[in-house]
């Protein structure tokens, strides 16, 4: 999948969850934000911010990466 990537065009502002650094903060295509963690084996175990889930992802998922912790209305 990694070796496919370089052949498709960039997109600002999109990642995978790998080259992240742990605790930084990304958002899905859905709009569901969450805080990245620890590196399982090949899996990366992320939490969900609004109700502190943890779920596992692929490393080569991709993700939109936020700045800063959005505000709640």
Do not use: H
């Not at 080259?19 to 295509?29: H, I």
């Not at 990245?36 to 109700?51: A, H, K, M, P, Y």
């Amino acid at each position: 999948m990694r070796v496919l990537k370089k052949y498709d065009a960039k997109k600002e502002g999109w990642l995978m969850v790998e080259e992240l650094q742990v605790g930084a903060l990304f958002r899905l295509r859905d709009g569901t934000v969450f805080r990245r963690g620890e590196q399982l084996r090949n899996r990366i175990r992320c939490t969900q911010l609004q109700s502190g889930q943890e779920y596992l992802f692929s490393a080569v998922y991709e993700v939109e990466v936020l700045e800063e912790p959005p505000v709640s209305s």
